[in-house]
């Protein structure tokens, strides 16, 4: 099976300190990978590997590939900000721009020139409005300051905002750990749509969505990959003796 | 258990008394220099006239009776104090009686004293006004602005956003920092030996003023900027960031407007201080007596604080009030530029919700 993004021996430092251990690990196109481990585990890190938000991290170094169709976007030849609109990303806090609902979903497609007129911006806006499953709700205060909204509504603004620029990948790092449980449903079902669409990977701490929203199923332990593979699989007949201990609550 | 509760509300109770009394004391001593400052700058927004005709000429003022013809006439200086406050000074006892018949046939009167915002300084009180001075504020303040605007905001922007975090941005960094704590005059001593000296600029006019103050602003606008830089939340960078901006895009639509408010009340708070600012002038020979008001940034020019500090060392009491007249004018400007920080910063505040 071709991966959308095929990560091979990845080793990450920061500065001295090693993060990532040769992490190999692929991920299917239209479907949903959760990354799980204890904190520290190097989850998040890898993350943002995969659309180099590490970059602005100081003295950080790295080694191996990570290949998103086939093209290695640590290549020198690859432009980073035409990277980030391939793979776009979902915050740990839902994080609007203080502007207008209109306006956050608007920026991406606007610094990236995707559309010809106004229509086709307003378009844009309330096709990835309906994606997030949002539009209902705001379509008639499009022009309303976006730090309004409730938490859970501003998580799926940035779903919006990600969507809009029409990305390959959607990585998403903790989207529902500052949301409450309905929030959190939302987002779920939404994620559970987006597969069609897009490859999603979502890191995450809790264990039960996990196994409700995801296909495939990775779990970091101290930097190191120790086990990926089918979520079913994973959580019912784990092959390593850590991942035994983490998903049935012994650590982590 | 309970008595150790109790002390412990007591201490609260007792330290909250102690920030209210401090307060009150604030309070008092800014009331006492304000009703000072009122009570003898008032006086100087008005003179005192006569009628022409009526009264002895030693009585009017020897400058009015060329300047205005008309049927009233402005007082002199020693008449003028007489009505004000009853103090005799150098009229005669023969004067006096007849200032007390003036005002009994309502020919002698209190009017607004036009002259003292139209006027430059004098060396008679009565003629002396703030319109040079004024005038020399807002050119140096202008020429202030515009150097130090841009380079401390550029300076400020390229320190917090992209400057590599190695051992000569530290130092650069430290040393800003410790400038903008530097003593005024010294900063007059600077422009003393840099503009006058070295390159040769007119002594003392605004343009030198202006670059002066404008040294001397420049650390406090760098240190403000960056304070507001970065205050603005990393997760907004990141947003724009993680869709594809490039460095220059987030900090232009988004880092920038978000620090504006912060940035704007610093730029208006640091221009307030160098407009209230003599020592450094004092430096650079903006003390000198100048009767006529500039009319480009290279000619001789004082600056109201200025104006005051020489309005003040006058020996003749008209001086007084107009020390405090020009007091209160300066006060009004400074409260006004201020106001507009406020306003600014309340206006154009956006709230993040994270």
Redesign the interface.
Known sequence: MAFKIDVQNLNLFYGEKQALFNVSLGLPASQTTALIGPSGCGKSSFLRCLNRMNDVVPNLHLEGKVLLDGKDIYDPSVDVVDLRSHVGMVFQKPNPFPRSIYENVAYGPRIHRLFKDKSALDQIVEKSLTRAGLWDEVKDRLQQAATRLSGGQQQRLCIARAIAVNPKVILMDEPCSALDPIATAKIEELIDELREKFTLVIVTHNLQQAARISQKTAFFHSGYLVEAGETGELFTTPKDERTQGYITGRYG | MTSNLRKRHRQEKWFQRMGLFSLCLALLFLGIIFGKILITGLPAFFKTEIEAKSAPQHLLNPYAQYVDQGKWTAASDAVDMYYKNGYPGTLSPQDSQSIEALKSQNKIRLSFNGAFFTHSDSSAPEMAGIWGALLGSLLTLLITFLTAFPIGIGAAIYLEEFAP?NSHIYWIEATINNLAAVPSILFGLLGLLAFIHFIGLPRPSALVGGLTLGLMSLPVIVVTTRASLSAV?F??K?????????PL?VLF??VIP?ALPGITTGVILSLARALGETAPLLMIGMVAFIATPPSSFLDPATVLPVQIFNWSRSPEMGFVENTSGAILVLLLILGLLNGLALFIRKKFE?????
């Open positions: 975090k939340p997760a907004l990141e947003a724009a960031l993680g869709l594809g901006a490039t895009q639509h988004h978000s956006t709230h993040h919700g994270f």
